[in-house]
């Protein structure tokens, strides 16, 4: 069973740092390209960054761009998310999320992601 759990998640001072991690089990994490969402209430869901696995590739969206930053370590099946400059507006639910079905490639849209995390809790105070 693939599973998926992020954790890291919790309340910092705008200015702050924060570094989620997803514990990755149930499938060749090596294999396949593992990506960060973001949801705020009232928002739609959000592509944070993402990092392949052939050639270490990531992107990152405009918004996070300089302050986050995408690793992963495969022989620990984990993925992480440095954030660093938190804020206001980096507030939400972080979830990670992965490609078994797509392939090792980073798509943009969460359509291309068949297995979710359930997500952790960020929130930066002013």
């Known amino acids: 069973e693939v599973q998926l759990v992020e954790s890291g998640g919790g309340l910092v001072q705008t200015g702050g740092s924060l570094r989620l991690s997803c514990a990755a089990s149930g499938f060749t994490f090596e294999d396949y390209a593992v990506g960060w969402f973001r949801q705020s209430s009232g928002k739609e869901r959000e592509a944070v960054s993402c990092?392949?696995?052939?050639?270490?590739?990531?992107y990152y969206s405009d918004s996070v761009k300089g302050r986050f930053t995408i690793s992963r370590d495969n022989a620990k099946n984990t993925l992480y998310l440095q954030m660093n400059s938190l804020k206001p507006e980096d507030t939400a639910v972080y979830y990670c999320a992965t490609t078994i079905q797509w392939g090792d490639y980073c798509y943009r849209d969460g359509l291309h992601y068949d297995y979710w995390g359930q997500g952790t809790q960020v929130t930066v105070s002013s």
């Open positions: 990092i392949s696995t052939s050639d270490g590739s990531s």
